[in-house]
């Protein structure tokens, strides 16, 4: 009788023999195909040697796809479109074949399911139809993600593989934010029409990243002995966060590192509440050292410095949710189920708005996932999109108010809470809902929320994690 290792290694060697015939035949058509199927055997190859592992990898490696998005692309979609397709290939076949794991959050899958079939039926019924497919794509890929880490952080060996990958994805983050510093590819580059148009990506993903992983490293900063690692890894993104010159992550950023700062002043060890201020004295720090950008990025905010027009705020944002709230609002059958995906874009092309990158003129989205939703699919889709927000709420406030768990568990919940919060001001000042770099790593921290309610345990961080004294290895 076969083992379960015995039947994992016969279907590794059948997958890479299929790989290579298939990459063989597709070499001849070209290599953008060949390569798509070398990355997807090789992807499922990792899937079937450790499924947790392979899909947590993705995870960690969505910051270095977000820098490579324009400029790599398989088979006719975008390396970030293909990341969503394996994401969501990984995460469906995990839960399908795990129904006991899948069992234990089962009740947490209504509100994600609603707000993704509601965009299809909404949006693949109109023009664009690939445009349409794509976008659903890349949502239900961090929602789909969200149930399957609930379903992997209900034990709890499972939430100490989840805390520990996504020390690595915070690291990894950092890294590459660093590299496109050193590049000048980042912030200062981009609000200086530096960057090569639809080569090099904007900083707001990245930057959105940084806030979203940052509780992560800030909850190994309270529970673990050694913290050398993450407080370096946290200095360093909330410096790269400063860097960025993106307001609304500003925004995100210190919602969060108020709750943090709060948490570590009550804390029990003096070295925490230190570091709680030692952070802002570092962003303070930074801040001034880059204070005529910052000023002139913030100056925008009240229309003073802009390449607008004398009546636009906040890079034009105001003529711009206008002109899609005007167009949305426009008949009783498009407020009710909008006009699909590309409708803003093409609200904002009639008003004669666009983002001016370089001698090139993008069109304009509404830059605010309420009126977004409104314009996809009217006041229905609007509606999904508020109920998950409530679904987001609800795992943040249930940890953070669970009264058996111990005080690092609740403190976790008052900074994804806290997340959460920030989040929502990311979706209301710049759409951040249709977006995977900010979105991947949110979907992790609402699932591993999820997860810790379902297990009923008392430690968000198994016992064993804190006394190997390490961030980053497992315990022996």
Known sequence: MLTGIAIRRMG?????????????AFAYNGPEQAMAV??????AAGYILAPEAAILSLVALRPVVDVFVFRVSF???????????????FCGFYLLTRPSAFRRVARMVAVPLLFVALLAVLSWT????????????????????????????????????VLRFMGYAAIVTAATILVLILQNRYGSAYYAHNLTYMQDVGPHGLAYACVTVLPFTLLAILTHKRI??????????????VLSYVRSA???????MLVFSVIALKGSRARTRMIGVGVWVLVAAAGYFVQDELIRRLADLLGRSNQWTPNAIGSGRNLVWSAVWDQSTATPLRTLLGAGSRASMDYTAAAGLGVLSGPHVDLYWAHNDVLETLAIGGVVLLCAYLL???????????VARMKTADWSSRSFGYLATATVVGFLIL?????????????????????VCYGFLASGERELVPAQERAGHSWMRAPA
């Open 75 to 89: 088979a006719g979609l975008n390396v970030g479109v293909f990341w969503a397709g394996l994401m969501v290939a």
């Open 427 to 447: 979706s209301v000042a710049n759409s951040v809902v249709f977006s995977l770099p900010a979105c991947t790593f949110m979907g992790v921290l609402i699932g």
């Open 250 to 256: 500003y925004l995100c950023f210190a919602v969060i």
């Open 126 to 161: 109109r023009p664009d139809f690939m445009f349409a497919v794509q976008e659903t794509l890349k949502v239900g890929a961090w929602l789909i993600l969200a149930v399957t880490i609930a379903a992997i952080a209900s034990r709890s060996e499972g939430r100490a593989t």
């Open 12 to 24: 590794l060697l059948a997958l890479v023999g299929l790989g290579l015939a298939l990459g063989a």
């Open 228 to 241: 050398l690692v993450p407080l370096i890894t946290a200095c360093l993104l909330s410096l790269e966060v």
């Open 38 to 43: 070398v990355v997807a055997i090789v992807a």
């Open 388 to 398: 998950l927000f409530w679904w987001m709420s609800r795992a943040a406030i249930g």
